[in-house]
């Protein structure tokens, strides 16, 4: 018998960090913050700045990131979240509270999704079709669903529908399965249906204590469970609020959580912890050095399966990692 590889609790490989700015060819005097970040197949990373553009990046060979195309939304429009759409060819963007809608490869300009304003949380839909998705959208004190379907000649359908009403507060969304819609506030999470009707009925899974932070809500297991968050503690959930297995117990209250099957991937302060998604061991923790204030933003290609890369930003640079699989001697299969 061959020899198996030696025990590591690694799980991430560190490949490369660089500055966006320098690989876009843009000048020192006008230096980018970025605000977001997302991963989409097959191997491209958006970034999102706080002065309003949108930056693609190749990730083919991660160790070697190559630039793209840089797309202007407006100077006064920080990009807050980034959502790849496949099913539909297009990249969503919620900026300065107003939805967009730019193509794959950013050839062409953004142009706006309806005419909401005010948006504070948007979540987008596991993949159900080749050709359609939908979305949830939190507005004033609405829950919305928007649901999209990509017809001839690139044209894309539009059909809006409430599903509550008079819900305050929403700043975390996450849709979960067929039609379970998880939202956060200060208050609490809640789960809705987004075939709910504008019915307004709603499920409270637990409320927050007032020193528990903002809510963080992450999809799970390719969309089937969702990591709640409380404080430094990710409780998961299935479709129907119900705990499901072992809480997590993080180090420090996360920024920004993300999984690359079998990992979650937390990033807080100044480095990114790893943990084991099947009980929660904590694996690894990578140091990010940053200059200056403001979040970790971490993003990875996970659908829930196949993930292998994780992308790190801080305000001015981004670092790209690798999952590294491990050997389980006792279940003698890579991990």
Known sequence: MGSQPAPSRAALEPFATLDPAALASLPASTPLTVRS?????????????????????????????????????????????????????????????????????????????????????????????????????????RLLVLDLALREADELEVQTREIAAGVEGISALAWVGEDSVFAGTASGYSLFSSSGGGTGQRVDIFMLPESAGAPRIRPLSGGQEAMLLVDNVGVVVDRSGHPVGSSFVFNSRPDCIVEVSPYVVVAAESKVDVYRRRNGVHLQTVPIARRGTGVLTVASDDDGSSGEVVVVATAYKFSVTVKYLQWNRSRRCYE
């Open 37 to 141: 970040a997302a991963l989409s197949a097959p191997s491209l990373l958006y970034l999102g700045t706080g002065g309003g553009k949108l930056l693609l990046f190749s990730l083919a060979t991660p160790s070697s990131p190559e630039f793209l195309r840089l797309l202007p939304i407006g100077a006064t429009r920080p990009v807050s979240a980034i959502l790849p759409l496949p099913s539909v060819a297009r990249v969503l963007v919620l900026a300065d509270g107003m939805l967009l809608l730019a193509d794959p490869l950013l050839a062409r300009p953004v142009r706006r999704l309806g005419s909401l304003r005010g948006v504070a949380a948007v979540a987008s839909s596991p993949p159900a079709s080749p050709s359609s998705c939908s979305l949830a959208v939190a507005v004033g004190k």
